[in-house]
């Protein structure tokens, strides 16, 4: 049982107490908000299975600031608060269902399915998965190699003439990752600028990069562009 507050639309305000520490709030006898006793609101059902849900418990390491439920199908959506000993407290958003989408006018524009893939619509059409860039580098490969900016790359190596080995700084989960290059021979030029270059994935941390003039001799070029998509 719990404390009812019913606002009838016949007798008016009805009270009903007890003992349990719970407490609904209700229209008609039918109710509408229930808070538990330790805190937690529902909105919307008889029950914290509800549609919408308030946790005040801090005690976690994990806390559920708002938590959106279909009482059906058992999906959920929670707004948490989220404290690591390593990065303090931060707020992170947890699903659990088929997938969770995100609509426009009532059209799906976004959605992370179940899995994790990101779909997203951007002018295809429909919704379809996006697959990001895991990493990326641009760096002089003349003389001294030098990185000029990078994200997800942690090194690169010079290995000979036209040859290199760029470090990824996390691993990917397997070798069929796709490395797209690009070389330049002389930035500062307007004219002898073309050069051939490749990637071979030799593992799931580093790529082979290699760069050949346009007659297919190893050649050092001044600019090497690296992108890894998976």
Known sequence: ?????????SDGLKLESDTSGEIDLQTNGTTKVH???????????????SKLTVNRDQSSG?????????GSAGATFNMQTYSDPSFGTANRFDFSGAYLAFRRSGTEA???????????????????TAYGVRAWVNFNGTGT???RESGG????????TGQYTVVLSTAMPDNNYCGVTS???DISSSTNRNRIANAFTKDTNEVYVNSFDT?????DVEQVNVVIVR
Do not use: P, Q
């Open 1 to 9: 049982m719990t404390v009812k507050i019913n606002a009838d639309t």
């Open 35 to 49: 808070m538990d006793s330790s805190g937690n609101v529902g909105i919307g059902y008889t029950s914290l299975t």
């Open 62 to 70: 994990v806390a559920d600031l708002l938590t959106l439920r279909d």
């Open 110 to 128: 976004m959605r992370i399915d179940s899995s994790g893939n990101l779909n997203f619509d951007s002018g295809y059409g429909s919704v379809v």
């Open 145 to 147: 190699v030098a990185i």
């Open 153 to 160: 790359v942690s090194s690169v190596a010079d290995r000979g």
């Open 183 to 185: 070389a330049i021979h």
């Open 215 to 219: 007659g297919g001799n190893a050649s």
